[in-house]
């Protein structure tokens, strides 16, 4: 009978173990892109609004009222944003809380009668989370994996990452979340929380999705990439108000740290998103306070209060925060250093063995965290319980996973508590507030700082890259306020003043560790003001994030550049390499071929075009009377499918059609055009021709966009950097000097005319096309300015007239 039902449970091991998912082709891997090398599943983002002829008719047919509503819609949707991130932080912390605090409270109850059952029982419910996050996101939504920042950051630097903004992305990113930071690993959610606010903004800008029959048509207004950028960017900055209840740090690390375009109109519907995200979390923190939301209670959002610490500081301590602030940039240096070894071992030789090797790994991580964070404070031996003032509201011991200070752990005696247990077993957020605590002096010893500062460093750096949704910040809190309450302690045995804290130092030391490791500065330093609720510390903030910031750079990028970087996104930092100042553009282009379009082009030449390069863009040449060649434009190579599947613009003749707007009705709405941003769009292979079809031609002209940015052949490649990243460009046409200038355009010639100022307070579309006349002084203005210059404009006029 027992080896019976022992065959039985091994069948049903083997079962289990064939089922689990394995590798698959093309696959997304652990980090979120595409484990191929040809970097298929990256391409760039059109921000450039295409100004062909649809494009202008649609803008000439909107007047003032469709802008006004534009512009209502945004702010409804900064709307929608805030509270849907508000509500999914919410919903996230909650489970996470009421997970741990049944763990704990489990797993108390049951080491009152043996040890060795706990240990057993807490290994197992950290597993069976972690288990289920890993399987959510390797069967699931293999883009959930990491923080997803370096990927949100690409997306807003203007490359698109296939998969990063799904509807299952974000479904994973939740739930993945809540299984990996309720598991005890060594990450947090706050990354995964900045993810899931930019896939939000983006599902609202689409209008749903449709793979899922969550879509809704109203909801589909704003369809560029332009529009989606911004929804994304808000998106972001709700995240970090989510995460960390700082509505103002939301604002400026979207500003510091993801964007790379920013504007004032954008900044007012960004403030106003993290406005609303505030308004959610601390309604709901309200609702919960009644106890209508389990083990959540006063605990769960990050809020380190410790208003009522150190007061004042000395000059004297300035030389040991200056110390903070070089251990946090040599440290977080280092654990740049470190994961980026352990990611690129990852990714080249353990993930290419499939999704198995992925959950085992998470498993075996969870397993070593769970057994260290139970094991290592049952070799601690237990402190008696200082004398505590009763108004302190400071209670000594407390049970493991009960929020405050004074853990009473495998204790013999009644009054004691372990100092290990009471940062090590217990929820990180609880942790970091039993570190950053007022009035606590000798709480923790010296041995049992530096033990956890030792483990929990390298369960951080082996934890990150793991096949899991996993953030750095509160990590990197924990390891910055450890080492910073050891060099508090020390301050405070040398000076011997009774206004010295030591959880002031580990508030210093949380900022210099995120300086040295993130390399923010400005939007970490509110951050860090916002979640403690002391500014009287600013300025000493600010002094070792500037410390550490500085001491990183001098080893190597922030850890999101980093990561970037191996993930192959290829980002565009916001200043150029030093060798650009020495190039010239075309020395950039090199002996490439440009593969170019004439304007009246055969089917069959765009199919054979489209099938042997990879090219996104392409340059459309025109022949004169003269007989030369000009370039009237470029056209996309999403275009050209979007005109080959609908066939309704063929011709039988090979000669251009009228030129002129309003000669030939336009057969395509500007939306057609239009990427969406949940597939991958057309491509060749999905077209179908017939031998008829690839016989007639297609006039090019009306569907170009007939104003690329170009730039003369000897321009520095610094220029054309700063122009490419700046506008958000991708596409840039290198000619040679232009023959003749038809005009010079100044200051004044962008002013808005004085029949226009009624619109002046209205938001209007950056490219948006005016229809009104053009005025004719645009050469005569410059010219009244500049005597020298209006001989100049005089001589090219006559010779082009006499031309």
């Known amino acids: 009978m027992l080896s019976n039902h022992l065959h039985n449970g091994l ?167 809540i299984g990996s930071v309720g598991g005890g690993l060594a990450l947090g959610k706050e990354g995964p929380l900045v993810h899931t606010g930019a896939c939000i903004a983006s599902l609202l800008g689409q209008g749903g999705t449709t793979k899922y029959h969550l879509s809704s048509r109203w909801l589909q207004v704003f369809r560029t990439d332009r529009d989606r950028r911004d929804l994304v960017t808000c998106g972001c900055a709700a995240g970090v108000a989510a995460a960390f209840r700082a509505p103002v740090g939301g604002v400026l690390f ?13 900044m007012w519907r ?64 280092l654990f740049n250093q470190l994961t980026l070894y352990l990611t690129s071992w990852r990714r080249n030789y353990l993930h290419k063995k499939g999704n198995r090797v992925k959950i085992i790994e998470a498993c075996v991580i969870s397993i ?56 090590f077993f217990n929820t990180q957020d609880d942790a970091i507030r039993n570190l950053f605590s007022a009035k606590t002096l000798h709480e923790f010893s010296a041995q049992s700082l530096l033990t956890f500062l030792v483990m929990f460093y390298t369960l951080a750096v082996v934890t990150f890259g793991s096949a899991v949704p996993a953030g750095q910040f509160v990590p990197g809190i924990m390891i910055g306020s450890t080492y910073g309450r050891l060099v508090g302690m020390f301050v405070v045995n040398f000076y011997q003043k009774l206004n010295i804290e030591e959880g002031t130092y580990a508030l210093l030391g949380a900022a210099s560790f995120l300086g040295g490791s993130m390399r923010m500065t400005v939007s970490l330093c509110v951050i860090m003001v916002e979640i403690t609720n002391n500014l009287k510390l600013l300025p000493l903030i600010m002094l070792v994030l500037l410390i550490s910031k500085a001491v ?94 609908s066939k309704v613009d063929f011709q039988h003749s090979p000669l251009p059609s009228e030129p002129r707007v309003g000669a030939r009705p336009i057969m395509h709405s500007f939306s057609e055009f239009v990427k969406p941003v949940s597939s991958r769009g057309l491509s060749i292979e999905d077209i179908h021709l017939s031998s008829d079809d690839l016989e007639m ?13 170009v730039v003369p052949e000897d321009m520095s490649l610094t220029k054309v950097y700063n122009l490419f990243r700046q506008l958000g460009l991708r596409h840039i046409f290198v000619v040679p000097h232009a023959s003749r200038i038809i005009g010079l355009i100044t200051r004044k010639d962008l002013l808005i005319e004085e029949e226009n100022e009624g619109l002046a307070n209205v938001e209007l579309q950056s490219t948006s096309v005016r229809t009104q006349r053009r005025d004719k002084r645009t050469t005569r203005s410059a010219a009244a300015e500049d005597p020298l210059l209006d001989g100049l404009l005089h001589d090219n006029n006559s010779s082009s007239r006499s031309s």
């Open 11 to 177: 069948e049903t091991a083997r079962l289990v173990w064939s089922r689990l998912p394995n590798s698959e082709d093309g696959d997304i891997d652990a980090v979120g892109i595409s484990g191929k090398s040809d970097g298929g599943r990256t391409e760039s983002l059109d921000y450039e609004v295409i100004e062909n002829f649809a494009y202008r008719e649609e803008q000439a047919n909107r007047g003032r009222l469709f802008v006004m509503y534009q512009v209502a819609v945004k702010w409804f949707f900064a709307l929608l944003i805030g509270i849907g991130t508000g509500l999914a932080a919410v919903f996230i912390n909650i489970s996470v809380e009421n997970f741990a605090g049944w763990k704990f409270s489990l797993t108390f109850a049951i080491i009152q009668k043996s040890y060795l059952a706990g240990f057993v029982v807490y290994i197992l419910f950290n597993l069976l989370l972690v288990l289920s996050s890993v399987y959510i996101v390797t069967q699931f939504a293999p883009a959930a994996a990491g923080s997803g920042i370096p990927e949100i950051k690409g997306y807003l630097n203007g490359v698109d990452i296939h998969g990063i903004l799904f509807f299952r992305t974000l479904i994973g990113k939740i739930f993945g979340s």
């Open 254 to 266: 979207a500003l510091e740290e993801v964007t790379s375009w920013w504007r004032s109109q954008l």
């Open 270 to 333: 960004v403030f106003f998103t993290s406005a609303i995200v505030a308004v959610v979390v601390r309604t709901a923190m309200g609702w919960c306070k009644s106890g209508n939301c389990g083990h959540f209670g006063s605990g769960g959002f990050i809020i380190w209060d410790i208003s009522g610490g150190q007061e004042d500081y000395s000059f004297q301590e300035l030389l040991p925060m200056a110390v903070i602030g070089i251990i946090g940039g040599l440290l977080g240096a």
């Open 368 to 423: 070593l965290t769970s057994t260290i964070s139970f094991g290592l404070p049952l070799l601690r031996t237990c402190t008696p319980c200082p004398e505590v003032d009763p108004a302190s509201g400071i209670e000594c011991p407390r049970s493991p996973g009960m929020y405050g200070n004074y853990v009473k752990f495998y204790c013999s005696k009644d009054q004691e508590y372990n100092d290990l247990a009471t940062i």
């Open 552 to 645: 990183g750079d001098a080893f190597n990028e922030g850890l999101y550049e980093e990561q970037a970087r191996l993930r192959g996104i290829p980002l565009l930092e916001s200043k150029p390499k030093y060798e650009m100042r020495k190039m010239t553009a075309k020395e950039a282009c090199g002996n490439r071929k440009v593969v170019s379009l004439p304007r009246v082009v055969k089917v069959a030449d765009i199919v054979s075009i489209l099938r042997s390069n990879k090219h996104n863009g392409f340059p459309v040449i025109d022949h004169t009377r003269g007989g030369g060649t000009l370039v009237i434009g470029l056209m996309l190579r999403s275009h050209l499918l979007v005109l080959l599947q």
């Open 697 to 709: 031609y297609i006039d090019l002209a009306p569907f170009l966009n007939p104003s690329p940015y």
